[in-house]
C-alpha cells in the first residue's frame, strides 16, 4: 500500500496510509488534492500539507470558532478569511447570534473540491445567513471598514500568498474591519515547532490591538500535534471575559466546551516564557 | 539518510530521519535502542517504540512528576515504577521534600543504556537520595505496604510484562503501598488513540481510590501527541487541592507551572463525555 509523508521539519513528519486519491489539480495558486486515508478518513492537501481530515478537523473548526462567538457579547456579523473547506462556517452556523457569515476564500478550488468531497463541512455553505466571495481577503479588508462583530482568520502557513496574513499591516486591516468591541482570531501555528514565528506574532498583535493572547489545542495530524490561535481585540481580554451561553447547538461539540476556554490559554513554560 | 518510522496504529504513524545508532541489544524482556535523529536528539526505543527524546522527554517527565509531589503536603518517600531512563527521578529530585526516592526498574539493560547515553536524565541516579532496584514493581509493592507517600507508575504501553499494571489488582497494590494521604499517578496512554483503554483504566481506578482523573500534556513524538496520566488518590481530590509552593527549584522548568495544574484535568469533550 502506499502512504503519504509530510515532513513537518526537514527531519521529522507524520505518515498515513493512503487510499484512493479523489482529486488532484492544480489551481491558480497551489496544488489541491483530496485522497482516502485508512486511518483519518478522507483528507485535503494543499501543496502536499494537511489541512483537514475528516477524523480530525473538529478540532481544529471549534477551536478557532467558538471562543471568539462566545466571548463576543452580539457576534451578528462574522467574517472568515480562508477557510474554504467550510469547517470554520458550520461551526459559525450554530450560533443563533450570527446573523451573516462572510467567507472570503482566495482559491474557488479549495471550495469547489469541499463541496464534492467534504459534504459535513462544506454543505453549509449554501446556508442563507453565509456568503461566499472567492477572493483575496487581504484586499477585502480594504473595503469594509468597521463591518465585523468577529474576523476569523483560517489561512495557511505563512509561506506563498499566505504570508502576507502574518504581518503588522494585515492586523491593522483586521482591526480596522472590527466594528466596535470586535474580536479577531487568528491562526498562529505549532507552539512547539514554529515558537518564534508564534512569538513574533503575538508581540505584533500587541503593537496593534490592546489584548493578543494565544490559546493551544490538541491536532493529531498537525505539526508536532499542538496547535495555536491568537485572541486579539481591543474591548474583550480573553483572560477577564465572562462566556455567553452558547445554547443548545454547543452541546454536541466534540473538542469544545466553556471550561476549556481558560484553559486553553494556560501555556507550557516553553512557550510562556517567550512571551515575557 | 535513514528514516525511523513507528506505527501508532497500523495505518498512522511519526517519521524520524535517522543518525547513528549507538546501541542495539536484546534484554531479558525487550529491544533495547539508543539512536540518534536529527530533530529530537538521542531517542530511546523499546520493542521498536519511541520512549524517550532528548527534545521533548522533558514534557512527560515533568508531568508525571509534579502534579503529584506538588497535590501532596509533604511528599516524603517516593517510588517510581518503571522510568529506568531516570528523567522522573531527576524531576522528583527537584523537591527538597522527597527525602527518599527509589526507583523500581525491571530492566537493568534500560538503565546501563541510559547511563551511558543519557546523563542528563540517568546522571541523577547516584544521588544519595535515590535508591535504585532492578526488580518487577508489582511484586515490590507486595514488600512495602504503607511505605510510600507517591507512587508514581512510568510504564510501558499495557503490553507484555507492562499489561499487568493496567489492572485492578495493580491499582489495588498501589493503593496497600501508599501511606495515608497518599497520591498515585500513573502513564495512561493517548485519549485521542487509545480512548477506550483510558477510559477503562480511569473508571478501575474509581473502584480503587476516591479520586481518580485523568490529565493531559503534549508529547510530540507519542501517538497522537496528546498524552495522558491519571491522578488517584484516597485523601487528595486534584480538582481541589491547592498546591505547595514548589520553591527555586521549579523555576526553570519547561512544561509545568503551577496555572497548568488545574488546566491539564480539563478534557476535550470527546474524551470528557466517555467519563460521564
Keep these: 500500500m502506499a502512504w503519504f509523508t509530510e515532513k513537518h521539519t526537514p ?17 491558480a495558486f497551489q496544488r489541491v488534492q483530496v485522497v482516502e486515508t485508512l486511518e483519518y478518513g478522507r483528507m485535503l492537501l494543499l501543496d ?36 474554504g473547506d467550510g469547517g470554520s462556517v458550520r461551526e459559525a452556523l450554530r450560533h443563533p447570534a450570527a446573523r451573516e457569515i462572510h467567507l472570503v476564500e482566495i482559491d474557488g478550488m479549495v471550495i469547489d473540491a469541499s463541496r464534492q468531497f467534504f459534504p459535513a463541512l ?41 504570508a502576507k496574513l502574518f504581518t503588522a499591516p494585515f492586523f491593522r486591516k483586521v482591526k480596522a474591519a472590527l466594528r466596535p468591541g470586535g474580536i479577531a482570531v487568528f491562526q498562529s501555528e505549532s507552539p512547539f ?18 489584548h493578543a493572547a494565544p490559546y493551544l489545542a490538541h491536532i493529531p495530524t498537525y505539526p508536532s500535534g499542538l496547535w495555536s490561535f491568537t485572541f486579539a481585540s481591543d474591548a474583550v481580554d480573553p483572560i477577564a471575559v465572562k462566556l455567553r451561553d452558547g445554547g443548545p447547538a454547543l452541546e454536541d461539540l466534540k473538542y469544545f466546551h466553556p471550561a476549556l476556554f481558560p484553559a486553553a490559554f494556560v501555556l507550557p513554560n516553553y512557550f510562556r516564557k517567550k512571551l515575557q
Tied chains: 1, 2.
Design 11 to 27: 527531519h521529522a513528519g507524520i505518515t498515513l496510509e493512503l487510499g484512493e486519491t479523489l482529486f488532484d489539480r492544480k489551481s
Design 48 to 83: 502536499g500539507c494537511v489541512m483537514v481530515t475528516d477524523r480530525d478537523e473538529f478540532v481544529y473548526h471549534e477551536m478557532i470558532v467558538h471562543p471568539a462567538l462566545l466571548a463576543h457579547p452580539g457576534p451578528e456579523r462574522v467574517l472568515i478569511i480562508g477557510g
Design 122 to 162: 462544506a454543505g453549509c455553505l449554501d446556508d442563507p445567513r453565509v456568503r461566499v466571495s472567492v477572493a483575496d481577503g487581504f484586499a477585502h479588508l480594504d473595503t469594509s471598514p468597521g463591518a465585523y462583530d468577529v474576523i476569523l482568520v483560517d489561512s495557511m502557513d505563512p509561506v506563498g500568498e499566505a
Design 193 to 210: 515547532y514554529h515558537a518564534d514565528i508564534l512569538r513574533d506574532l503575538v508581540l505584533a498583535m500587541r503593537q496593534t490591538f490592546r
